[in-house]
């Protein structure tokens, strides 16, 4: 008996968390902030650290190694990546996704999944900051991903994707900080004119990027 009305408290609390499902928010339209990346994959493990750029009214998303090795523009209006080294070595290649603006939800046609609400949790001790996970799946590579955002203001602050690719076991996260609300410097969204040549290796260069939900990179 007390088994069972230990089991129907559990219910009922479970029944009560899923009433309280967050809405499927949008990211903010501008935005820039530090991004640290860890791929695992059947080359081995690499991190990078990155400052990163959105602008939606441009369209145009930019990256670039806090070491300016290279930075990455990609122009979602014409769905062009550019990489570009400090050397002045530039190549243009197609992206394959539109950039996700929001939680994956209806709004979206072409992402078949929908994402699944995993729960909220709070960063840091009493009045830390409130984030929603998200998780769906993401069709290239083929893994899982969870996305975390604030609960006030949708910022993102991480994406963690797993799974098995290619016969290899696949591990990527994507954790974002110090996040502002204004271009500080408009010419990160620059590109070469005239423009730089395409890339050759095009496939390869899909393959090996296409693997932030966010950024379908
Ligand atoms: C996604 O959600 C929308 C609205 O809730 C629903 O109409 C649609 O069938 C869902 N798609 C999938 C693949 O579950
Ligand atoms: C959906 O996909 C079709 C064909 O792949 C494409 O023409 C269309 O622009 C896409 N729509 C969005 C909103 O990305
Ligand atoms: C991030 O913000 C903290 C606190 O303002 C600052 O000390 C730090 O230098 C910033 N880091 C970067 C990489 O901008």
Not at 64 to 70: A, F, G, I
Not at 94 to 113: A, H, Q, R, T, Y
Request: glycine content about 8%; charged content about 15%; hydrophobic content about 40%.
């Amino acid at each position: 008996m007390r088994i069972f009305v230990a089991i129907a408290a559990i219910l009922v609390g479970t029944c009560a968390k899923q009433l309280d499902i967050p809405t499927r928010c949008c990211f903010p339209k501008v935005w820039e902030g530090m991004m640290a990346t860890v791929q695992i994959d059947s080359s081995g493990m690499k991190s990078s650290m990155l400052s990163v750029s959105y602008d939606f009214s441009v369209d145009r998303f930019a990256l670039q190694d806090v070491d300016m090795k290279y930075r990455i523009v990609v122009d979602y209006s014409k769905m062009i990546q550019y990489v570009i080294t400090s050397e002045g070595l530039c190549t243009a290649s197609k992206v394959p996704n539109k950039e996700l603006n929001c939680i994956p939800g209806s709004i979206f046609p072409n992402v078949s999944d929908n994402a699944t609400f995993v729960g909220s949790v709070v960063y840091g001790g009493p009045g830390g900051m409130v984030l929603d996970k998200w998780s769906y799946k993401v069709h290239y590579p083929p893994v899982t991903a969870v996305i975390t955002v604030t609960r006030d203001g949708c910022v993102y602050i991480s994406e963690v994707g797993a799974g098995t690719f290619g016969g290899v076991p696949f591990y990527r996260s994507d954790e974002f900080s110090n996040i502002t609300y204004a271009i500080k410097d408009p010419t990160v969204f620059n590109v070469p004119s005239p423009p730089c040549p395409s890339d050759q290796d095009n496939n390869l260069v899909l393959t090996r990027r296409q693997t932030s939900v966010f950024t379908g990179l």
